[in-house]
């Protein structure tokens, strides 16, 4: 005869674990992956290994040898934190830059707070300030895709380096605007990081994610937006001055870091309403870094900020009890 | 005498101000951009804490209760000001470097500190000792993290560069790698030295 367990309720368990929704967020990963190869080549593939190598290795040597805990390597988080980490850095990144990237990700903003589920901050996006920050030589000089096989990269600005440059130098926003088509921003012709890279193909990611019901889409859609009606008032204002909306919406890491980055379970609010308030706080900071900050993006700043607040804002928004009226 | 090495060694160990008792965090943060600033703050601050510590001991029993604070400022004013006259005029790059911190030594908590905590309540030279040992753990803790942020930032020791032409990770240099050295090292500290 089996034995009777007795325990508190809920009985009812749901198949989901922290595993499977982790894979589920691998596998939308995968066409941005993909996508990024194609147009970047095997230094992007070297890029990713040893993203993904060194914060796996990491985490495990830190459970093992610092903690001396079972390995929480299983839960697939370390291996998103290194798509993610490499999806946000040029191709052209030394390896030794990226496994710095990987310490401080895994390391400091994970590791330290007590591994998955305790950090306050995405873990990706930290290491990637981080580096934005100490290697301002190697993280900001993009190279414009070259293809699968090759040879010579050219290097140069994204387009929201470049604008910005160009309005310090005086020219207005519409001559720069000019050398960008929509249909490139959409499917990638563009210097960026990987992950900037191929806006259709995160997208394709982020509708599997709500497919599968693992993300919710209000954090995105109230980031998405925000985004666009502010650029649309300023861009109202002034267009000789400001970018236009469809440019912000396609342009930087925005579509990367409010599919991806912003919906992360960990660091973003528990409920609806919370979670549009993350939301509008990202879209809204991001513009005004873009606008008027001295760098030319603003997405990943902006995320970290909003997931400083969110132990706030979970207690401005309460989730209803399950059961309750 | 074991007594007073023993309170010199608390400074450094069991009430290092730093690592322990979380004073003085604004030079702490703000100097420490390279192992010689750390230590020159440091030394600044040592320099400091024992003659006011030696005055206000001395002074102590004659000084109305309700007054004391604005008196042991002004004594620890004075001895600011004649540090930083000194340092203009001997180390005239240092005190450049240092600048708007020399004259905010005034309001440092651990001089004030050490003045309320111990000074009041003691003998001149117990509190000369103190003052030393606290300093001393000070100018170590200034020094140790000066290090590991000029180590990690600029990729140097005492301003000999080690990694040639490359730059270091600037983010120690700046405020965010104050923070993250000065709880990293925190940490150490309190596992390995600090044994109560």
Request: aromatic letters at 12%.
């Given at each position: 005869m089996s034995k009777l367990i007795v325990s508190p309720s809920p009985h009812i368990h749901s198949k989901d674990s922290t595993r499977s929704l982790m894979r589920d967020v691998v596998i939308a990963l995968i066409p941005a992956v993909i996508c990024s190869v194609v147009f970047y080549g095997w230094q992007e593939l070297l890029v990713l290994g040893v993203s993904v190598a060194s914060c796996v290795l990491l985490e495990w040597a830190i459970t093992k040898y610092m903690l001396k805990q079972p390995s929480t390597i299983g839960d697939l988080s370390a291996v998103i934190t290194g798509i993610l980490l490499a999806l946000n850095v040029p191709y052209t990144t030394p390896w030794w830059v990226i496994v710095i990237g990987a310490v401080v990700a895994i390391g400091v903003a994970k590791m330290t707070f007590g591994g998955l589920g305790q950090n306050i901050w995405n873990p990706a996006l930290v290491g990637r300030v981080f580096l934005l920050v100490s290697f301002p030589t190697y993280m900001t000089t993009w190279s414009a895709p070259k293809g699968l096989f090759g040879a010579d990269a050219v290097t140069g600005a994204t387009p929201l380096g470049a604008i910005q440059e160009g309005l310090m130098s005086g020219a207005s926003v519409e001559e720069l605007t000019s050398a960008y088509n929509y249909r490139d921003l959409l499917f990638a012709n563009l210097g960026g990081s990987a992950g900037e890279v191929c806006a259709l193909a995160l997208l394709a990611g982020f509708v599997y994610l709500c497919c599968r019901k693992v993300i919710k889409p209000w954090i995105t859609l109230s980031i998405f937006a925000t985004v666009a009606l502010t650029s649309l008032i300023f861009w109202g204002i002034d267009p000789s001055r400001f970018t236009d909306p469809v440019f912000n919406l396609l342009t930087g890491g925005l579509v990367l870091g409010a599919c991806f980055m912003a919906t992360d379970y960990v660091t973003s609010p528990m409920s609806l309403w919370g979670g549009v308030v993350f939301g509008v706080g990202i879209g809204f900071l991001t513009m005004m870094i873009r606008y008027f900050g001295s760098y030319p993006e603003g997405v990943s700043f902006a995320i970290l900020l909003m997931n400083s607040v969110v132990p706030l804002l979970n207690m401005w928004f309460k989730q209803k009890k399950f059961g309750r009226k | 005498m074991s007594n007073k090495l023993k309170m010199i060694a608390d400074g450094l160990v069991r009430n290092n101000p730093t690592f322990v008792l979380l004073l003085g965090m604004c030079p702490t943060l703000a100097t420490t951009t390279s192992a010689i600033n750390g230590l020159s703050m440091g030394l600044a601050t040592l320099f400091v804490l024992v003659l006011s510590n030696m005055a206000i001991s001395a002074i102590a029993p004659v000084v109305p209760d309700k007054v004391h604070i604005p008196v042991y400022i002004v004594v620890i004013a004075t001895f600011v000001t004649l540090l930083q006259l000194l340092m203009q005029?001997?180390?005239?790059?240092?005190?450049?470097?240092?600048?708007?911190?020399?004259?905010?030594?005034?309001?440092?908590?651990?001089?004030?500190?050490?003045?309320?905590?111990?000074?009041?309540?003691?003998?001149?030279?117990?509190?000369?000792?103190?003052?030393?040992?606290?300093?001393?753990?000070?100018?170590?803790?200034?020094?140790?993290?000066?290090?590991?942020?000029?180590?990690?930032?600029?990729?140097?020791?005492?301003?000999?560069?080690?990694?040639?032409?490359?730059?270091?990770?600037?983010?120690?240099?700046?405020?965010?790698?104050?923070?993250?050295?000065?709880?990293?090292?925190?940490?150490?500290?309190?596992?390995?030295?600090?044994?109560?």
């Open positions: - | 005029a001997y180390t005239p790059a240092m005190y450049e470097t240092l600048g708007l911190f020399i004259p905010l030594i005034v309001v440092n908590c651990i001089v004030l500190g050490r003045a309320e905590a111990f000074a009041n309540k003691h003998g001149v030279l117990e509190s000369a000792c103190d003052g030393l040992g606290v300093g001393i753990g000070f100018t170590c803790s200034l020094t140790v993290l000066g290090l590991v942020r000029e180590i990690l930032g600029s990729g140097s020791v005492f301003g000999y560069n080690f990694i040639g032409g490359h730059d270091g990770m600037l983010a120690f240099v700046m405020a965010p790698g104050a923070f993250l050295c000065l709880g990293y090292l925190m940490v150490l500290f309190n596992k390995y030295l600090k044994k109560d």
